[in-house]
């Protein structure tokens, strides 16, 4: 029973997406936002499942929204694409600097991963003649599937990708922690050491991870920058990286369909906060978190989890 309510509940909840966009056309947009959040936040669960933070795992994000960018405005690629080159170009940073970051835990891996973001940011803030600054980098709306459409078609279109790509990422994560990768990634969290003593490289599963981590953030950036047909240094900000941490923690870490209910919750009370309190939607935010972590440690998913696994009594 428990393995067949939670197909029916993504089964349900992609049908109410679908219908609620559908009936109001300008949830689009929001709805688009929180499931390139959703699948960012379920590459960092993933270090979460070895116990590790990133606090700058936006860059990933950043830097597949920039490939985006300048291949749609060098080449005017189709949108499919463009999100598959910039999911490529986000594993293969996330391939580079695992190289590093593996050597690390705790403290030093996350402010070790803000302090490569924090680079990436300057870089893309000074180098405006390459980069716009600022200001950053428009393009114009790709084909999609060799078809240009109109504005309201293209958003249709890349909200169903953007829902089979959201379930696939879920899929695919869950499958991960449960094959034998996934498992070691989890020892690292209890022990580390006796990982080793088996004969496993816990930096080669480490890498692994984070690779994965980095590919699925350049997915989430991918979809994030066609949906907004801009791109800034923002997108790879501290700030940005925080609020994937949030998210994590408010949907809860535990599964990912956590990811993208925190980053569906995240995202409407953002927009309705800030239009009813103008300058103070972040102390909503703040108090939502807060009222979390007292009342659901685990996060939104942790409230229903027993139900979904159907707990014998």
């Known amino acids: ?21 559908q009936a109001a056309p300008w949830m689009k947009t929001p709805v688009l936002l929180a499931l390139a959040n959703g699948m960012a936040v379920a590459g960092v669960i993933v270090l979460v499942r070895a116990g590790q933070v990133s606090f700058g795992h936006a860059m990933f994000a950043c830097l597949a929204g920039y490939t985006v960018a300048f291949a749609g405005r060098a080449w005017h690629l189709d949108a499919l694409l463009l999100i598959a080159l910039g999911t490529v170009a986000a594993g293969l940073a996330g391939a580079l600097i695992g190289l590093f970051m593996v050597r690390y835990r705790g403290i030093f891996f996350g402010m070790l991963n803000l302090a490569f973001s924090m680079v990436l940011f300057s870089v893309l803030g000074k ?98 920058a066609l949906t907004q047909g801009l791109v800034t240094p923002e997108m790879g900000y501290w700030v940005r990286s925080g609020e994937i941490v949030f998210i994590a923690i408010l949907g809860g870490s535990g599964h990912a369909l956590g990811a993208f209910i925190g980053a569906f919750v995240f995202e409407f009370v953002k927009l309705y906060a800030a239009a009813l309190l103008t300058g103070a939607w972040q102390l909503v935010l703040g108090l939502v978190l807060i009222v979390m972590v007292f009342v659901a440690p685990t996060g939104i998913f942790g409230l229903f989890e027993k139900r979904l696994r159907g707990v014998r009594s």
């Open 127 to 224: 180098f405006g003649g390459v980069t716009g600054g600022t200001d950053g980098l428009r393009f114009d709306r790709p084909s999609f599937g060799g078809v240009q459409l109109e504005r309201e078609g293209f958003e249709t279109a890349l909200l169903v990708l953007a829902l089979a790509l959201a379930v696939g990422v879920g899929w695919l994560v869950m499958r991960y922690f449960g094959s034998v990768s996934g498992q070691a990634l989890a020892a690292i969290k209890t022990n580390e050491t006796r990982l080793e003593y088996l004969g496993i490289s816990a930096k080669r599963v480490f890498w692994g991870g984070y690779v994965l981590s980095a590919t699925l953030c350049g997915l989430g950036g991918s979809v994030f």
């Open 1 to 21: 029973m428990a393995g067949f309510r939670l197909p029916l509940l993504v089964a349900v909840l992609v049908a109410a997406v679908l219908a609620v966009t």
